[in-house]
């Protein structure tokens, strides 16, 4: 019920680059699992 809420608030233009951009941003800059795993290392100050 909170996340409806909250979706409720939010542009359609900010649903959009949540949905599609990010994503498509990600597989962009770590295409492979892995890498995927490193960048999450790297974002929330896990491994360097």
Do not use: F, H
């Not at 890498?35 to 790297?42: E, F, M, Q």
Request: aromatic share 2%; proline share 6%.
């Amino acid at each position: 019920m909170e996340n409806k809420l909250l979706l409720e608030r939010v542009s359609n233009e900010q649903k959009r680059i949540v949905v599609e951009v990010i994503p498509k941003k990600l597989r962009e800059i770590a295409p492979r699992p892995a890498d995927k795993a490193g960048l999450g290392d790297k974002l929330y100050g896990g491994e360097k």
